[in-house]
Structures are given as structure tokens and as C-alpha cells.
């Protein structure tokens, strides 16, 4: 069974204390792996698709990579604007939905 | 580019009433269409998937005559909740994904609504 496992559940970070999040994935034929950031009450906002493995996106503070069997977000000097709930969630074999991740809670403190 | 609209952000209805919620989008033709739930502090539960002018697919567990979706254009699709009730009270959203200048691997939400059954 396709399976996508996020970690930590949450995280508090002070204002420029670096991390990473993790999502681990268990599918068969993965054909893309996707982050999304959510606000509260808010749908969830995309930030980068990674389609195989060794590939690597970045978008301001944040970088994603990708292996074969999980991804990594990494957060470089977050800001309190970067709280949210971040998610993964993977596309596999012939389908074009979403498996998502239960999510990853971020409280960037100043 | 790729943003994707929803109405209305909040409704309350009262018990056997019809509510229905539009998803568009805005500056791209959406081939396909989802509709998710979301409850307090869990993360997103596909409902059903659309394509324009064919038949939704629903997920498992789905009343699909509870739950009633059209996809009658390539930028509008429709979630109606028939007969609701305080258990359908729960957050909709709606994502598209679609060819032009978008990935066709990539779904774009909308921002949700708010659905509160008295």
C-alpha cells in the first residue's frame, strides 16, 4: 500500500535556527513528490514538485531534495512568517492524485 | 499564474438543506479537478476526481449521491452537499491541474470553504 509518512509532527524553531523536515515514502513508481505550505483555514499554497531522485529545488529560504525513498525540507534561517503546516505528498503509478502526509506543524518564534 | 478560486469561503446552512460550492480557475484550463475534506488538524482526504464532461470518480467511503460533482467546462467545477447534515459541517477544497503554462503533474489549490451545518 502507497504510504506517506511525515516527521517531525511539529517543530518550533527560534527565528534563524535552521532544520529540516522529513517525508518518507513507500510507493510503487513514484512519478512526482510535491510540498505544499499551509495557513491556517487557508488551502494549501505549492511550493516545488521533485520528480527524481539526486534532483533539488529552492525557493527563497527553503530547499527540497529528493532520494528514493524520502525528501527533505530544509529551512535555512526561517523567519516567523515561514509558521505553517508544511506538506508532502506523492504521485504514483498511473493515477494523478495526491497521497498526502499528515503534515509537519512549524512555529518559527522570533 | 495558476490560481484557482472557490465560492462561498464560509456557509452555514441548516440541517436538509443543498449547499453548493464552485471551484474555477482562474488563468488555466483545468483538465482535472479534486475535491478534498479537511478536518480540524488533519491533513487532506480526497473525496473525488473530475474530469471535464466525464463522470467523477469517487473515493472509497463516498456517497456519491451525497455528494454531487459536475465539471461542466475545463476552468469550472462544482461540489454540491445534498440533504447535509451537522456531520458534513468539515472544510472543502478544491485543487486543478491542467496543461498550458502549469505542470500537468501539479495540482494548485483553492482556498476553501467553510461549510457549517446547523
Known amino acids: 500500500e502507497d504510504q506517506v509518512t511525515q516527521s517531525p509532527e511539529a517543530l518550533r524553531l527560534q527565528e534563524g535556527e535552521s532544520s529540516s523536515l522529513n517525508c518518507s515514502y513507500t510507493?510503487?513508481?513514484?512519478?512526482?513528490l510535491f510540498w505544499y505550505r499551509q495557513d491556517p483555514g487557508k488551502g494549501p499554497e505549492f511550493l516545488f514538485t521533485?520528480?527524481?531522485a539526486g534532483e533539488e529545488k529552492e525557493k527563497e529560504r527553503l530547499k527540497a531534495t529528493l532520494t528514493k525513498k524520502e525528501s527533505f525540507l530544509h529551512i535555512t534561517a526561517p523567519k516567523p512568517e515561514d509558521s505553517a503546516t508544511y506538506l508532502c505528498a506523492v504521485q504514483a503509478g498511473g493515477y494523478n492524485k495526491l497521497i498526502f502526509g499528515a503534515g509537519t506543524r512549524l512555529a518559527v518564534h522570533p | 499564474g495558476a490560481v484557482v478560486s472557490q465560492h462561498p469561503s464560509r456557509v452555514i446552512c441548516k440541517s436538509g438543506t443543498s449547499v453548493k460550492i464552485e471551484c474555477r480557475s482562474l488563468d488555466f484550463q483545468a483538465t482535472t479537478m479534486f475535491w478534498y475534506r479537511q478536518f480540524p488538524k488533519q491533513s487532506l482526504m480526497l473525496m473525488a476526481t473530475s474530469n471535464e464532461g466525464s463522470k467523477a470518480t469517487y473515493e472509497q467511503g463516498v456517497e456519491k449521491d451525497k455528494f454531487l460533482i459536475n465539471h461542466a467546462s475545463l476552468t469550472l467545477s462544482t461540489l454540491t452537499v445534498t440533504s447535509a447534515h451537522p456531520e458534513d459541517s468539515s472544510f472543502y477544497i478544491c485543487?486543478?491541474?491542467?496543461?498550458?503554462?502549469?505542470?500537468?503533474?501539479?495540482?494548485?489549490f483553492g482556498p476553501g470553504t467553510r461549510l457549517t451545518v446547523l
Open positions: 521533485l520528480y527524481s
Open positions: 485543487s486543478a491541474s491542467g496543461g498550458g503554462s502549469t505542470s500537468t503533474d501539479t495540482q494548485y
Open positions: 510507493v510503487s513508481g513514484l512519478r512526482g
